[in-house]
């Protein structure tokens, strides 16, 4: 069975540096998702893409991260610089049609960030 | 703006038993309502969705209903076994965008 691929799966880093976490959705997929999950509460999304286009990108904290999916298919989060309070896992989803959230999405493993 | 709201946030039940777990949304107009589950550690699954039009989904031993006009809706689980053991969150769509709302959703505990 397809799945969408993350890494790396874990990520430790201190303060001001940066870091990036790349996502491969299942083939075909044509909606992309991030996501931001503090321990204890439910993912936030971060950004969305249709193809290669950002749909959504409202809690996106634009002076430190941004995101791309430049041919359309797999996609790169960064971090730069990163702060205590980005520690969290990051998860990736993806979705068949260019429905939006409205329809099943499919996550992958997530990558778990530590900042010290 | 829609909240989501799981009550419990925790749960612990013994083996067998039947268990109702509870979503709740401020704003009715949604496009559909999932619930995911999700292992320690790990990404969510999607375990059922129930569009807007829908009053219930049933997959094996789960089953959701969707009330939308008093915004609730319930993930029974039957006869309960430890492998279900894990959170399980429930999420909705919003009718004018894009973006999906998840809860915090559910600790569930099945005690062998």
């Known amino acids: 069975e397809a799945e969408v691929a993350q890494s790396p799966r874990y990520k430790i880093t201190e303060k001001s540096q940066a870091v990036a976490f790349w996502c491969d959705p299942i083939?075909?997929?044509?909606?992309l998702y991030w996501y931001r999950q503090i321990l204890g509460q439910g993912p936030e999304l971060l950004v969305q893409f249709q193809d290669e286009s950002v749909v959504d990108d409202s809690q996106l904290p634009k002076d430190r991260f941004s995101a791309e999916r430049l041919k359309g298919v797999d996609s790169t989060l960064k971090i730069q610089p990163a702060e205590l309070g980005d520690s969290a896992m990051y998860l990736c989803?993806?979705?068949?049609?260019?429905?939006?959230?409205?329809?099943?999405?499919?996550f992958g493993p997530g990558t778990r960030l530590l900042v010290l | 703006k829609q909240e989501v709201t799981q009550i419990p946030a925790a749960l612990s039940v013994p083996e067998g038993e039947n268990l109702v777990l509870n979503c709740s949304f401020t704003d009715s107009a949604i496009y559909n309502l999932q619930w995911f589950r999700q292992d320690p550690g790990k990404g969510l699954t999607s375990l059922l969705l129930?569009?807007?039009?829908?009053r219930e989904q049933t997959s094996g031993r789960l089953n959701a209903s969707l009330d939308k006009s008093s915004g609730r809706s319930t993930l029974y689980i039957a006869a309960s076994q430890p492998g279900d053991s894990a959170t399980y969150l429930c999420?909705?769509?919003?009718?004018?965008?894009?973006?999906?709302?998840f809860g915090a959703g559910t600790r569930l505990f099945v005690k062998a």
């Open positions: 989803a993806s979705s068949l049609y260019r429905t939006g959230g409205r329809e099943t999405q499919y």
């Open positions: 129930i569009q807007s039009s829908q």
């Open positions: 999420a909705v769509s919003e009718s004018g965008g894009f973006k999906t709302i």
């Open positions: 083939s075909g997929h044509a909606t």
